[in-house]
């Protein structure tokens, strides 16, 4: 059986903000998961779990997102970072 990497805790609260700011954004437009993924090129099952902070998407799919949501990808991740 093969070992997950290490995750840093910080590693871990960074995605589950970026999954809980992607929710909020897909919710905020009344759309559901599937609509979402249709409008993002990515699927439902993926939107899931990346709303739940599982997987550290790439740059392509973080760009995807936010082209979904119609919104620059900086707007996107922008305040999800925390200093200290």
Known sequence: MRKKPFQKQ???SVLHRFG???KKRREQRGWTQYEFADKSALDQTYI???E???PNPTFLVVT???AGLK???SKLCAGLERVG
């Open 10 to 12: 910080s590693e871990k």
């Open 20 to 22: 809980l700011a992607i």
């Open 48 to 50: 899931s779990l990346i």
């Open 52 to 54: 739940r902070g599982k």
């Open 64 to 66: 995807r997102l936010a």
């Open 71 to 73: 919104m620059p990808t």
